[in-house]
């Protein structure tokens, strides 16, 4: 046995270690296999994305730049377009009467002097635009010239604003710096709250860069990004000069909102960490998204930095000297992309030069979020060859687990369980198990041993089962007899008790009543023997009605109309009940059926007896309605038929014993209403 056992467990172990060696290779490779691919497909896809970001983000920050120039060439235009206004209006000679246009402007006399003397200005609160002279110049022809040739922009600088997208005031300043401005504002107050109206008191004209000793080609000039002190957030303008032939005449303005510039730049972000940035032909920075102000200066900004304006107007250079490279690539071309550190990591910056203006507009964009698909791509890879090993070892460990399942189940079926289950049965019989039998799984010796063996055993177990069944039916019959007679005998008990002892006892009281009487009165005889005779036939009529009931085959001899009426013939004698009954002649039914209505009959009567009280009772068995009817009906005290009657079942016995027929049972009670119950069978 222990050499079985043993060639067993070799057998088992080298399929085992086969396996284990196997799948060890096999995963190798794959592995390896899937490194390899990894490395490769995320170099590919690194440089393939990174060649394709540069050219659409060169791409982007075109068409960016474009609408950056065409936004700001628009409002520009607007201060040509009013420019040319004047100077024509003026050159043709045409003179308007401005004295019959209300709210208009065109004279010095028409403004006030603010009570610090500072300022000059239109009081009017219908004012269509504001007017503003400085207070440290006195108006004079100069001043009238410069209001009346500006009353005509009234009508003009409402249209030329409304064409502009990131425009937010129009305005013309004169050679004495008076100025008419558009919308109106409330900016008297505000220059004189701000200080501004003091400051430009010491202003000239010829020290703005619009005018000719700044402006040789009179060309429109972009100033440097301000904070407006009218509330309007970060401005930048735009001024285009005015000349009289050869003579300068002031300037058209017009105020640009970097502010929604700004807008514009963080909603230019093509990836999570990138921010866009623009700057003038001097590299001064004019914009910067409010999420790129950290990461443009790399480095931690001062509180002043900090602020909106901060860093706007400062040179890219002196914010991170980073850009120094940079710059000089920018600058030399009107776009392309190269790569910059920032804050320690590679990045890559594209620009895009917006042609009209000089200006500059670049995005930057961590290249780590350019390569970021090659990553996901290479996450994917290990993904999948870790799932790939995954599935490959479960698979071969299920493999290893069958093979061995396998290997163990071929020794133990054909070397080990043979003769473990010949050596089992043998100890059985010595045990006395006769019923024991051994598999036959094969056609070799151990096979034809196992044959011989169960011929052996079916022969004893044959003879030995046939013995048990025997005696097992001896038992079961007998004990089926004691109890059928046990309850026959309680139930004969009862009915005796119930019944004929009662009847008994009555004639026997009645028999004392009868010598009392024949000693004492012989004429009162007749009385107590009428009730002996009464008990004697009431006795009588349950011992019928007990021997029909011992006698079932009678049922079928005598009929259910015999046995009914026997059984009424019981109750009115016992119970002294006015009962009634109304039989057709014997109906044709099965024993069965006769058997069933016979038994909701009787305990139906048995109930009306034991709980009814009742004084009449209507028995009857006739066809109505093409159906054969069984109806018992009191004058009982009734019942509510939908209360439940714990330890009563009574209804419920009529009930099934009505439904094994296919018969229907009604029953109909109520308190004090008695009781109808009725059986109906189709004829």
Do not use: C
Request: proline content about 4%; overall charge negative.
């Amino acid at each position: 046995m222990f050499h079985i056992k043993h060639i067993s467990v070799k057998i088992t172990a080298g399929v085992m270690a086969f396996i284990a060696l196997l799948a060890l290779v096999t995963n190798l490779l794959v592995a390896r296999g899937f490194n390899q691919a990894e490395q490769a497909a995320v170099q590919r896809s690194a440089d393939s994305l990174q060649t394709q970001s540069y050219t659409t983000f060169i791409q982007l920050t075109e068409q960016e730049a474009q609408l950056y120039d065409l936004e700001l060439q628009q409002a520009a235009r607007a201060t040509k377009v009013a420019a040319d206004f004047v100077a024509q209006l003026h050159n043709s000679g045409a003179a308007v009467d401005w004295s019959i246009v209300p709210n208009v402007v065109y004279r010095s006399s028409q403004l006030a002097l603010s009570d610090n003397g500072l300022l000059y200005y239109d009081a009017n609160p219908n004012r269509r635009t504001e007017i503003l002279h400085i207070g440290g110049i006195t108006p004079n022809a100069v001043t009238d010239q410069s209001l009346r040739d500006s009353a005509a922009l009234e009508e003009l600088f409402p249209s030329l604003l409304a064409q502009t997208e990131t425009g937010v005031g129009i305005y013309f300043q004169g050679p004495q710096l008076t100025m008419r401005y558009y919308p109106v504002r409330g900016l008297p107050e505000l220059e004189l709250q701000s200080g501004a109206a003091e400051a430009a008191q010491n202003m000239h004209i010829e020290d703005f860069p619009v005018a000719p000793n700044h402006n040789l080609k009179r060309e429109t000039v972009w100033l440097p990004p301000y904070l407006d002190d009218a509330g309007q957030g970060l401005l930048i303008s735009a001024d285009t000069p005015i000349y009289y032939g050869d003579d300068f005449q002031g300037y058209i303005g017009i105020d640009v909102s970097l502010t929604r510039l700004i807008e514009r730049l963080n909603q230019l972000k093509p990836t999570e960490n990138s921010f866009a940035f623009l700057m003038d032909s001097n590299g001064l920075l004019i914009a910067v998204s409010q999420a790129g102000t950290g990461k443009l200066a790399s480095r931690a900004l001062t509180e002043q930095e900090q602020a909106s304006n901060g860093l706007l107007g400062a040179s890219l250079t002196d914010i991170n000297p980073q850009f120094s490279n940079w710059m000089e690539s920018a600058t030399s071309s009107e776009s392309g992309a190269s790569e910059i550190t920032l804050n320690g990591q590679s990045a890559l910056i594209t620009h895009a030069s917006l042609p009209d203006l000089g200006w500059t507009l670049s995005i930057v964009v961590p290249l780590n979020e350019v390569t970021a698909e090659s990553q996901s791509v290479a996450r994917s890879i290990q993904a999948d060859a870790a799932s790939t090993v995954r599935n490959t070892l479960l698979i071969m460990a299920l493999f290893f687990i069958g093979a061995a399942l396998v290997t163990i189940w071929l020794s133990r079926r054909f070397l080990t369980r043979p003769i473990t289950q010949i050596l089992g049965g043998v100890r059985a019989i010595t045990a006395g198990d006769l019923k024991v039998s051994v598999p036959v799984v094969s056609k070799d010796e151990l096979g034809e041993l196992a044959a011989s063996f169960n011929q052996m055993t079916d022969e004893l177990n044959r003879r030995t089962y046939e013995l048990a069944q025997t005696s097992a039916e001896l038992q079961l019959k007998e004990t089926q007899v004691k109890v059928a007679a046990l309850e026959e005998r309680q139930r004969l008990a009862r009915e005796l008790h119930d019944s004929v002892s009662q009847a008994l006892y009555g004639i026997a009281l009645g028999a004392r009543t009868a010598q009392t009487q024949l000693e004492r009165d012989p004429a009162k005889l007749a009385e107590p023997l009428d009730y002996i005779l009464s008990l004697a036939e009431a006795g009588l009529s349950e011992m019928r009605a007990l021997i029909f009931e011992l006698r079932p085959e009678s049922l079928q001899n005598e009929g259910l109309v015999a046995a009914l009426t026997k059984q009424a013939d019981a109750l009115r004698a016992r119970y002294k009940l006015d009962l009634i009954t109304r039989f057709d002649p014997e109906p044709d039914l099965s024993l069965e059926i006769k058997e069933a209505l016979y038994r909701i009959a009787q305990e139906a009567l048995h109930n009306i007896a034991k709980h009814a009280h009742a004084t009449r009772v209507e028995l009857s068995l006739q066809t109505k309605e093409e159906k054969l009817a069984l109806e018992i009906r009191d004058n009982g005290k009734g019942f509510d038929p939908v209360r439940e009657y714990p330890g009563h079942l009574g209804l419920k016995s009529m009930r099934e014993r009505a439904a094994q027929i296919n018969g229907e049972f009604y029953m109909e009670s109520a308190p004090n209403a008695g009781t109808v119950i009725t059986v109906r069978l189709p004829k």
